[in-house]
């Protein structure tokens, strides 16, 4: 029973052991419960299931269909972040490495970590690039092409939460420097399925990002090419980066999900 701590130390919090065995209840035998039916799992009341249950819907874990409460994609964040540090470089290098001579341009993949997207596998082109970035650096979500993608699919209610707790910082007169501006900005990446960016962090610097997704469809990284070979137009980088970007990022979640 779930009603007594399971643990002695004065630190174990019941409500927690509660909360995470609601959310466990939920499997692949069992996408959909009631509320009685994940009080009477759980072994606790109702009452405390409803509370539970509410605030897990209100944070964006699980949705309510009627009756009927089920996991939403956000609770993929807690795993991926765990699979992605053991094997997301390992499966995504090849994949990236196959683009970057393709294209003849540094290939990315990056992860959001907080507010910030962070590098995890990188292959570098031949061509000196003006800024250096490694594998393991971070920058603002919201001034990346690879940010905006991965702020573009999380639930609505978490990036309502990062626009309120984002503190903008210009690095350049491109960089988006406002919420309004952000969430236009999000909202056409949502829409057109990709992101470019120009000149936001550094002078010089653009690059194209597209999601790569896990089996469920959920956004879980993102993949991103530099631009600067050519002197791309949008339209350009639409007709030919991006076509090989997504390719690339279906491989890339096709490999995830097997393992």
């Not at 997704?213 to 956004?219: K, L």
């Not at 991103?224 to 076509?243: C, F």
Request: charged residues 25%; hydrophobic residues 40%.
């Amino acid at each position: 029973m779930a009603e007594q701590p399971a643990s002695g130390e004065r630190y174990f919090l019941e409500s927690l052991d509660r909360g995470l065995s609601v959310l466990e209840c939920f499997d692949e035998q069992h996408r959909e419960r009631t509320l009685s039916e994940v009080a009477q799992s759980v072994g606790i009341t109702r009452s405390t299931a409803r509370r539970i249950l509410l605030t897990l819907v209100d944070k964006g874990f699980l949705r309510l269909d009627g009756r009927n409460f089920s996991l939403t994609p956000r609770v993929l964040r807690f795993g991926f972040s765990y699979l992605a540090a053991l094997r997301l470089p390992q499966v995504a290098d090849p994949h990236i490495e196959a683009l970057a001579k393709e294209l003849g341009e540094t290939i990315s993949v990056t992860i959001l970590d907080g507010p910030d997207v962070v590098y995890v596998a990188r292959v570098r082109s031949p061509r000196i690039i003006r800024i250096s970035i490694t594998v393991g650096m971070r920058f603002p979500a919201y001034a990346t092409s690879t940010g905006r993608v991965l702020l573009a699919g999380l639930p609505a209610e978490a990036l309502d939460d990062y626009l309120k707790t984002t503190t903008f910082q210009s690095f350049t007169p491109q960089t988006i420097s406002d919420v309004d501006q952000l969430r236009t900005a999000v909202g056409q990446v949502a829409a057109d399925g990709w992101s470019m960016s120009e000149n936001e962090l550094e002078v010089g610097i653009r690059g194209a990002a597209v999601p790569i997704r896990d089996r469920t469809g959920a956004v879980v990284a993102a993949l991103n090419s530099s631009l600067q070979g050519t002197q791309y137009t949008r339209s350009d980088v639409e007709a030919t980066v991006v076509p090989k970007l997504v390719a690339t990022a279906e491989r890339i979640g096709s490999d995830l999900s097997l393992g």
